[in-house]
Structures are given as C-alpha cells and as structure tokens.
C-alpha cells in the first residue's frame, strides 16, 4: 500500500517503508496525521485520509485503501460530502493562478480521477442513487471535457455502465416486490381444502433433491449479487441529517440486504408449511426425507444459507412436534447436518466446512466449485460485532484505521462469493413455486400441526381452539374486505 500523500509527504513515506525494511517489524511512525505500524496504516485524521485518496499527478492511492475508505467512510461522513471533497480537492491542487498551466496540469490529473471515480461506481454504484452524487459526477464531466478528450470518453462510458447497473436494480427491485405480493396471498388454512387439491405441493413440482438444491442456489445467487457492499456498513452508520431528503438513496438503504434476510424467513416457512400441509402421515415423513436430502445437497453445492433455511423450518415447533410423523423418518443424514450447523462454540463446526468451501472455491475448475454461499445473518452478526467491539475512534480523535481495515476484510469476501455465475440450469417452474406459491403464517402452521396430529396436552388443546377461533375471524374479516373491494 503507497504510505504517500503528495511528493513531500511521498519522500518521507518512503524513507519510513525504507526504515521499516531496515529495522524489521514492530516499527510505529507517524507523519503528519498518519500513523503507521509496520508500514501499514492504523490511525489518522479524517481530513488526513480523504487527502490520501485524492490522485495526483505522481501518485494514486492503492486500491485496498480506496475499497476500504469508500466502504467505511459513511461511518463518519455522507458519501456525497466525500465525493464533493475529493473532487473540490483534486481541482485545487493543480491551481497555480496561471490559466493554461492549471489546464495542463489537470489533464495530466484528469486520467487518475477517472479511475477513482470507476472504482468508485463500479464497487459502491448504489451511492449513486442519491441525485445529488449524480450531479457532483456530472460536474466533474464537464470539468474533465474541458481539459482531456479522452478522459472525458471515459467519463461517459463509467455513467453509462453506472445507469446500466441502477436500472437493473431498480427493475429487481420491481420484480422481488411483485413476487412479495404474489407470496403474500393466503393459502388454505384448513386440511380438508388440502385435500380437495387447490395446492400443489413441492413434490408435485420438484422431486429430485439435486435439481431443487440447483435452483435454490440460483436464487439465492441472484439475490445476493445484488446486495451492495455498503450495505453491511450502512445497517449501522450513522443517522443521515437529510433523512428527510427525498433522494432514493436515503430511503433505501438496506432495502437488497433486508431482502435477502426475508427470503431466507420465507424458505423456512415454506419447508415447515409443505411439511404441515398434507393429510397423511406417510406423505408428511416423504417431504421431510425429501428437505432433508435437498438440505444435503446444499451443504455438497456449498449452498449454506438454503441449508440453514432448510434445517431451521424443520425444527419450528409446529414441525418438530409431530412425532409421529418423524418416527416414520430415518433421522441419520438430518443429525450430521445439524452438527454441521450446531451453534454451539460460535457455529465453529459450520466455520470450519466455510473455510473448506472457500479453498475450494480457490482452486476451483469449474463453476460449481467456485460457490459459496454463507450462511448469511451469521455473517452480518460478525460484521455487526466486528463493528460494535471496537472503537471507530482512537481517544486523541484519529479514525481507528486497523478497523477499518477488519471491516473491509469480511466484506470483500462476500464480494468475492457475490460474483460467481450460477452454473446450473434454471427451471423457471420450480423457481416460480419457491419464490411465490403461499406460506403458513406461525399462526397457520400451528394449527396445521395440530389438524395433522391432535393435541398431547391441555396446554396444546387450548392453544388449537384459540387458533381455530383467532384464524376464523381473521378469515370471516379477510373475505368481508374482499367482498367489499
């Protein structure tokens, strides 16, 4: 990483990277705001970081530190008010008061700036959502045709992918919202409209646990490639002062990130309803033989989100009650895959099959050895806890940069993870059911449970006549308002 901030602050940079081989490690230097540790940045100023990320004409900051600043720098300050600084900041540094010779001087800046921008709407393009960001990239466009035709090209080619990139978010979030609404429709509650077949059930659809595992994994592909990086950053920044601003941006913060957390809720409800749903018990133990081998073929694919989602709707109570049902199961496959994510000593069993997946993925030949898909909420826990136990400020006031630096780390991961294509064939009508055909409220799948196999206790025949009681009169109001609409 280039330790520089401008020629002057490059010399004594480089004298410390010169120090630092000569001395070995454990070498601390500070200069100017910046404090280094062993040649690698751990604390400095915020003004002294959003200088080092201004390109001039003999320097551009390394990459690692543009991804790391760019991602964490909406804990302290709006992107908008970032990019506005660095952009005023490269202007002025090439002003000498002499008009030809600013001109000539930004031309030469002008190919570095392009490039800070790229990466900057190529790795975070979702900042862009906010109008005033457009704008200042507008600005900076018009400024840039003023002085290098070339650079000016390249401007235009980065708005055009960068409206590319927003369009195709604006329409999946159209297309998840729908599919939301489409899902949202009730089932039947009671078994006997089961039995008349309205529904189908996913063997109906789907009774080859590979294939079912194969389309889970391109869902939950697709879903994630669209979770932008900040994402993780922004469910815990701080408050935005124009909340109220109108811009998109601000509105919708976490909205592909939230997304992604629903549908993972949804695939559990959606095993516990197709367990609850049939009548007869033999049928109930196919479907749960059924998750479990498509569980099985997740944790193969490397798929471990639908795996967790899978485990975690067969062991809802309304699931795990049925014992009768379960007796009729051969359990062996289910209990290997319940340690594999047993949460006990911080899921450590699920961290070390996680780390085998990710060097598989390393070395992979083929796509399908490239996917890995985490167990997500956990991943956002050690963000969150990644960012909750440490200080984002040192007590003299520097910005703890070693953080900053963790944070950037487990994101750039995921990004890694975000970027494999799917490999395998999609079935639009298996994809159609998983995503939309309607689930069990908690509700719902209670009383499914009970309709399936009766009551053991008074505490449960209670529980099944205020449910019966409960979900007929949300039904009797439910077909009123429809009626009436």
């Known amino acids: 990483?280039?330790?520089?901030?401008?020629?002057?602050?490059?010399?004594?940079?480089?004298?410390?990277?010169?120090?630092?081989?000569?001395?070995?490690?454990?070498?601390?230097?500070?200069?100017?705001?910046?404090?280094?540790?062993?040649?690698?940045l751990v604390s400095a100023s915020l003004e002294a970081l959003i200088q080092?990320?201004?390109?001039?004409?003999?320097?551009?900051?390394?990459?690692?530190?543009?991804?790391?600043?760019?991602?964490?720098?909406?804990?302290?300050?709006?992107?908008?008010?970032?990019?506005?600084?660095?952009?005023?900041l490269c202007v002025e540094q090439q002003r000498s008061g002499d008009a030809l010779l600013d001109k000539i001087r930004f031309r030469e800046v002008a190919p570095k700036l392009v490039q800070l921008l790229t990466e900057w709407t190529e790795t975070f393009p979702y900042d862009f959502r906010d109008e005033r960001m457009m704008r200042c990239l507008k600005d900076m466009t018009h400024h840039v045709a003023r002085g290098d035709e070339y650079s000016w090209r390249a401007m235009q080619q980065m708005t055009q992918r960068l409206i590319k990139r927003l369009s195709a978010l604006g329409q999946y979030e159209e297309a998840v919202a729908a599919l939301n609404a489409v899902a949202a429709e009730r089932p039947a509650s009671l078994k006997s409209k089961q039995a008349s077949g309205q529904r189908s059930d996913v063997l109906s659809v789907c009774d080859d646990p590979f294939v079912l595992a194969q389309q889970l994994t391109h869902i939950e592909l697709d879903r994630l490639s669209f979770i932008g990086p900040e994402e993780f950053i922004q469910t815990f920044a701080m408050k935005d002062p124009l909340e109220n601003h109108k811009g998109f941006f601000r509105k919708r913060k976490t909205s592909n990130l939230e997304a992604y957390v629903s549908w993972f809720n949804r695939l559990s409800y959606l095993v516990a309803t197709e367990i609850c749903m049939p009548v007869k018990k033999k049928h109930r133990a196919r479907i749960i033989e059924f998750f479990i081998d498509v569980a099985q073929e997740c944790f193969n694919i490397g798929n471990f989100n639908s795996l967790m989602a899978i485990i975690t709707g067969m062991n809802m109570s309304p699931v795990s009650r049925l014992r009768k049902t379960w007796s009729k199961v051969n359990t062996d496959k289910f209990e290997i895959l319940e340690h594999q994510m047993d949460p006990s000593s911080n899921f450590s069993n699920y961290r070390t099959a996680l780390r085998g997946a990710t060097q598989r993925s390393e070395t992979a030949h083929s796509s399908q050895e490239k996917i890995v898909i985490p167990f997500f909420s956990l991943l956002i826990k050690d963000i969150?806890?990644?960012?909750?136990?440490?200080?984002?400020?040192?007590?003299?006031g520097h910005i703890n940069f070693e953080k900053l630096w963790e944070l950037a780390k487990q994101v750039s991961e995921f990004l890694v993870w975000r970027q494999v294509i799917c490999p395998f064939d999609r079935d639009r009508r298996i994809l159609q059911y998983l995503v939309t055909t309607p689930v069990f409220s908690e509700d719902e799948l209670h009383l499914a449970s009970y309709e399936s196999e009766g009551p053991e206790n008074n505490m449960e025949k209670d529980s099944r006549r205020s449910l019966r009681w409960v979900l007929t009169h949300v039904h009797a109001v439910q077909t009123k308002h429809v009626n009436h609409s």
């Open 1 to 40: 990483m280039p330790q520089k901030i401008g020629s002057e602050q490059s010399c004594r940079n480089n004298t410390a990277a010169a120090k630092a081989r000569l001395y070995g490690h454990g070498i601390t230097a500070s200069y100017g705001e910046m404090c280094y540790h062993d040649n690698s």
């Open 52 to 88: 080092h990320l201004v390109p001039t004409v003999d320097y551009y900051p390394d990459r690692s530190y543009v991804f790391t600043f760019l991602l964490s720098s909406r804990l302290f300050l709006h992107p908008y008010e970032l990019m506005t600084r660095v952009c005023h």
């Open 384 to 396: 969150y806890f990644l960012n909750e136990g440490c200080a984002s400020r040192l007590t003299n």
